[in-house]
């Protein structure tokens, strides 16, 4: 399913970009907290959300999502597989210190670290070397047509503040490790977070010393997190919050008909799926004994089929998503009309799929599931186990806040789970590559917590790493993301 992104902000704050008469205060809220402060460690949007105003990678976006200058200012291909950036002169951290090569280079060798789940964004480079203090060298395993927006999220911390801190590693959060990374920041963007308080808010105040210029009037941003949809839009209309993003689908309508607010909304870029553990021998949360039902591939498209996605558009969603046949949503590169076709709901053939299987009674499994992170995500999961209880799939529903669920999921303490996914590149090699290439201990699958595994979809995101021939790659594109579809592997 492909979400529509929905969020209501006062009048007042639709100005806040407008004049730099006065200082303010954004007040700005949502339904979860981030998860950590450590740039390396959880490849998670709200976290990244957050970051990205504090620490910086060497390119960044314009407000067109094209690829432009950042910590470097320019780089010269040298050969399809040696990059040369010329790294901005005069950036400084947060605490002061100055931004050098040795910077860049200590960052490529923590972010790899397996312990974090952010190596997706300096896939295909061996290796980064300094040339001398504001110049550095990658070196690529073959010609990389994403190696520039991939590095938007290649974040930089301060090495000397790292190692004076004993953060030189990445938090391990799957196993509940905090570092002082993990609740401190020394980035060089435009705010500097000042507080965070879990679950409370998160402070950020404006760097006078950030290297760019600021636009707007904000000095300021209050984030507050808030789980309870009614207390979030009571905090909007009460004037407690200027800015709500995850605005509940039930009061959209409402709060499009209050003058005082603004609604804006649009397609996501995040596609909302289903993960099923397809490697273990044994389901560990399933009365199937001996064997594990979703490595059969009849057993998956029941559990698809089951699904009525227009059911959960029209009355979870309020409108609000588009039923998915593929990974990305539209606006992504790969999506195609023809081929993101949704699979419509057909309950009977489902039942005849799980009898052709050998479950002709079904059989029992749990459901994880954040009741906290997307809009109505708990919701949606009710209604997926009432689906699939009507074909004979009897459901468990663990639902639970992102914070604990994630490490469950990171864990392979799951059976089936559901899980948002965006795409920061634009590009869908960004999604096969984490959620549906085989695991390695690398970028590969590294969000790839159901294990599936095809050779094929393997050897097609393999080849598009390299290839820059853009007919070429679209083509190698549609068909993993076909394949992905009819083999069920998500």
Known sequence: MHFKRVLAVAALATGLALSAAHATTLKWGAQNDILTLDPHSQNHATTNAILMHSYEGLTRYNPKFEVEPALATKWTFISPTQVRFEL??????????????DDVVFNFGRIKQPQGTMSIYVTGINEVKKVDDYTVDMTLAAPNPMLLRNLIDFRMMSKAWAEKNNSTNVQDYKNKEDNFASRNVNGTGAYQITAWQPDQKITMTINKNWWDKHSGNVTEVIYTPIKSDPTRVAALLSGELDMLTDLPTQDVARIRGDSKLKVMDGNEVRTIYLALDMHSPELKYSDVKGKNPFKDKRVREALSI??????????TMRGLSLPAGIMVAPGVNGNAPDIDVAPKADPERAKKLLADAGYPNGFEVQ???PNNRYVNDEEICQNITVMWARIGVKTKLAAESMATFIQKVQNYD???YLLGWGVATMDAQYTLQSLVRTKTTGADGNFNFGRA?????D????????EIDTTKRNAMIR????????????
Not at 306 to 315: Q, V
Not at 459 to 466: I, P, Y
Not at 480 to 490: I, P, S
């Open 306 to 315: 089951a699904i009525d996605r227009e059911l959960i558009k029209r009355n």
């Open 459 to 466: 050897r097609l995101v393999d080849a598009m790493k390299s």
């Open 479 to 490: 068909e993993a993301l076909v394949r992905t579809r009819d083999e069920v592997l998500l």
């Open 367 to 369: 459901l994880n599931c």
């Open 88 to 101: 901005r002169k005069g950036v400084k951290f947060h605490d002061g210190s100055n931004f050098t090569a």
């Open 414 to 416: 799951t059976s089936a």
């Open 453 to 457: 595994s095809d050779p094929e979809v």
